[in-house]
């Protein structure tokens, strides 16, 4: 299963009035375990940067103004995304951002069901509980002290270890639950305890083996830990 853990830093609030994407960054996971494959990349949005949104990410009209319009990236994002399931935190704002790049550009838009929302799961899984990003940071135990300005490939590797935590740990399809299934099978499969074998395994050294171990030790002296009883 291939999902990709996804980041975007914009302009602002809304896409309809102006404001647009100047960040993209994105994780891959295979079967909840990250490949090492991410896609990366500062977008020029055409349009001068307001203060408030800089403060928040940092990137400004000086450092964006050479980067590609996203026309120039749109190809390249939507293969790297491809039909994967897309994990974002608040996943309506950075979808809806997404989708008006994309029609802006006459690209298939994004379907909606493709996301996985983390901070609807967090919301469900914690109610009451504060579920920005740095508090299930706080929660999980995950390190996030280089998180001073919202980066979209820096918040999607830490986004990325949160969603693991919020589906069950690093291997959620790994534990078997006596919840699964019925029967007098899954009845013993839960009450299953180890036992001593009956009779014990045959050692594996063989006397070659023995021999060159013995021979070892005579050169360590008396006083080897070997010797000791």
Not at 38 to 43: A, E, G, L
Not at 194 to 207: A, F, G, K, S, V
Request: proline fraction near 7%; charged fraction near 25%.
């Amino acid at each position: 299963m291939r999902e990709i853990v996804l980041d975007t830093e914009t302009t602002g609030f809304d896409p309809q009035s102006g404001d647009r994407i100047v960040e993209i960054g994105a994780v891959e996971l295979w079967n909840h375990v990250a490949t090492g494959r991410t896609y990366h990349q500062y977008i020029n949005p055409e349009r001068g940067m307001p203060q408030e949104a800089f403060e928040v990410h940092g990137l400004g009209d000086d450092f964006l103004r050479d980067k590609p319009v996203f026309a120039e990236i749109a190809d390249d994002f939507i293969a790297f995304v491809g039909d994967a399931k897309l994990v974002i935190h608040n996943a309506a704002f950075d979808m809806k951002f997404l989708n008006a790049e994309l029609g802006w550009v006459n690209r298939p838009k994004l379907p909606w069901d493709q996301a996985i929302d983390t901070l609807d799961i967090a919301r469900r899984k914690f109610p009451g509980s504060p579920a920005s990003l740095d508090a299930l940071c706080r929660r999980f135990g995950i390190d996030n002290a280089s998180r001073t300005l919202h980066g979209a490939l820096l918040d999607s590797e830490i986004l990325a270890e949160v969603y693991l935590e919020l589906i069950g740990g690093k291997q959620p399809d790994f534990g078997l639950t006596a919840g699964q299934g019925s029967g007098p099978s899954v009845a013993a499969e839960a009450d299953w305890r180890p036992y001593r074998r009956p009779d014990p395994l045959p050692p594996r050294i063989t006397d070659k083996e023995k021999a060159a171990h013995a021979a070892f030790l005579e050169t360590l002296g008396e006083n080897a830990l070997w010797n000791r009883s």
